[in-house]
């Protein structure tokens, strides 16, 4: 059999490494890739395609919502998405699967249901927690803007999740090493591509694809 290779995106250490560990028990010899953001992500994605399933938590620093998912989806859609996240709201996990997830699974499973997860997504099954059924939960105004936020290209990606997090030109031109006036292109044409003129406007159609915070105990 071949080795398998994941990636796991979630920004908190702890998990990756307990996830990891559990991976390397149930998929002997299998190579794991830990990130923390979707840029890390976008970085490893850019020079190695052949990873067989990528593990992704729905709250990432640089992504809101399900803005993330669905970029990955657009620009990777022969490498499966299995959501990995601290939300067990069933709307939640209907949302991911309209937008593309393989399956859905709580960060609360045990180690033999993530193992059955996983064996399911790579067989081509979907997978959703047990007593959980599928309904598709989008609206229009969330489908269209899922197709805008497909539309952009990484680096406008990267640049209008800086931009809804309030940044100025100039603060993420620093965070992105590029010229301001790169920048500015950039905002232009994302803006086109989302149909606003504002970045105000701009934050309200990517909170259309807000995740509700995941429950606390």
Known sequence: MDTLRFIIADDHPLFRAALKASLSISFENCLVVEVASIAELQSVLATDTNSDLILLDLHMPDAQGFSGLIHLQAHYPEIPVLVVSASESPEVMCRAIDHGAAGFLPKSSQAETISLAIKAV????????????????????????????????????????????????????????????????????????????????????????????????
Do not use: C
């Open 122 to 217: 790579l067989s081509g099954d979907r997978w959703l927690p047990e007593g959980i059924q599928f309904q598709t939960g989008q609206n229009s105004k969330e489908q269209k803007m899922a197709s805008d936020i497909a539309s952009l290209t990484p680096q406008q990606f990267r640049v209008a999740s800086l931009l809804v997090q309030g940044l100025l030109n100039k603060q993420i031109a620093y965070e992105l090493d590029i010229t301001e006036a790169t920048i500015k292109a950039h905002v232009t044409e994302i803006f086109r591509k989302l149909g606003v003129h504002s970045r105000t406007q701009a934050a309200l159609a990517f909170s259309q694809l807000d995740v509700s915070p995941p429950d606390l105990p």
